[in-house]
């Protein structure tokens, strides 16, 4: 069985699976920082006896108040042997207080159609939240403390033991168009960026300022991408040990080590195959981090196990991080943002598909509009670079040429600009690519030496 845990995103959120392995060290928490990690662990032996010796994953953006009660719930589980049951799955929602109080919470907002969709026959939830109407095939119970939830957690597997977890092959059809870049004012030209990048499964590197939008456009593109089909299901459900209906992502975050991504049987770096890879702050990663992330690049492949997937990164653009900020001045001369770039790699930078600035916007005078999402469109294409040959993409390098001239780059360069350029035409269904078309590609892969900020 499988415990989840709920993560917010503005007024809709998502269910996240608690995946647990065995580990011969203490505690490791992937994907939170050293903080996160040392405060939880704090709460948790507040009312555990002791902290199991296991390796969870959770996701880059989780907060501590979201994700203590799912995993100090499944860290209860692991202990008493009870993940190895075959029963539905069970999600724990609620704030954690010290002593193991399970909190209320204002309402269930999206949960009970998430549950349905997922497969979730439990949901245990603190005293006093508002329920829902009876929703067929899900269970709700309130609980006062951790200690009473890990209770009926136990009766609920006994009681279900080898039951078959039922899931909604279809989703809400409001979902479906839902703007994934709801609440995200402006930014025009990067959302577009992404939505391109996930059609062609385009390595993308967003660059600028603190607070210019950078990590949240990156949380919202794994929204971006099709439904598997069957075949890459169950390859994703080999991966993971347990169903996936959805494509994964998985989060690099700062101070992870290079054994971080090797751990367990299956490499956790390996969870984002067929989905998206987020190395959010690529400056502050380790220098061994990187490498592996140029080497991911090449060979889509990482422990022996295939990883291919859509690399989505984000960094600051000089060393003082405020080059294209509208309210701080960047005071670094050219020599120390060349300095700067060199430091991040070539080889690493060479390879991204698509560089762009996202700059500070006026709130007061960017667009408020809901962007326009074409799913079906990017499942297309997504189908078409597929059955793409490398020679025809080696076919559109006279174009490159004669487009870019005397500013030509090296081979990869020129490659995936053309592969850009074909991605581009794809999605706006002409059968060739113009030169308008290689122009705007070309557009798409601006590093600040190219934009003339000083």
Known sequence: MLIYGYQSNGYRGGLVPIEL??????????GLSSAKQRDLKVLLRSFLPSLPKATVQLPHLSTIEEMAAPLALALLAYEKHILELQAPSVL?????????????????????SLCKRQ?????????????????????????????????????YCVLHQGEQMHFSETDDATETRDDPFVNIIGLKQAKQALIYAAAGNLPILLYGPPGAGKSLLLSRIASLLPSPGSEIKQELSALH????????????????????????????????????LI??????????????????????????????????SATNAC??????????????????IDAFWAKLGHPL??????????????????????????????????????????????????????????????????????????????????????????????????????????
């Not at 392995?21 to 992937?30: G, P, R, V, W, Y």
């Not at 690099?252 to 049987?265: E, H, K, P, S, T």
């Not at 326009?372 to 040429?401: F, K």
Request: charged share 25%; aromatic share 4%.
């Open 279 to 312: 190395v959010d702050e690529l400056s502050h990663q380790k220098p061994n981090i990187r490498t592996t992330l140029t080497s991911v690049m090449d060979v889509q492949a990482f422990g022996g196990y295939p990883l291919r997937t859509l690399v989505a």
């Open 319 to 336: 060393p003082c991080a405020n080059l294209g900020s509208l309210d701080r001045i960047c005071r670094c001369s050219e020599l120390q």
């Open 119 to 155: 497969g979730i026959g439990l949901v245990l939830i603190g005293r006093s939240t508002q329920l829902p109407d009876a929703i067929e095939g899900i269970q709700f119970h309130e609980c006062d403390t951790l200690d009473e939830a890990g209770s009926h957690l136990c009766k």
């Open 349 to 454: 930078i060479d390879r991204f598909a698509i560089a762009i600035a996202v700059t500070s916007e006026n709130l007061l005078t960017s667009e408020v509009t809901t962007t326009s999402i074409d799913n079906e469109r990017i499942e297309t294409v997504r189908a078409l670079h597929m059955h793409r040959s490398e020679q025809e993409i080696l076919g559109l390098l006279p174009l490159y040429t004669k487009v870019a001239g005397s500013t030509q780059q090296s081979f990869r360069r020129s490659y995936l600009c053309c592969k850009v350029a074909r991605t581009i035409a794809d999605f706006e269904g002409k059968e060739s690519v113009t030169q308008a078309i290689m122009e705007e590609a070309m557009q798409l892969y601006l590093l600040p030496e190219d934009r003339h900020y000083h």
């Open 92 to 112: 724990c929602f609620g704030p954690l207080g010290l002593g193991g109080v399970l909190k209320a919470t204002p309402s269930l907002r999206d949960i009970p």
């Open 241 to 276: 040990g347990h169903r996936i209906e959805r494509r994964p992502s998985f989060s690099i975050d700062v101070g992870m080590r290079q054994a971080d991504l090797y751990r367990g049987i299956i490499p956790s770096l390996c969870k984002a195959h067929e989905g998206v």
């Open 21 to 30: 392995a065995k580990s011969n060290h203490e505690l490791t928490i992937l």
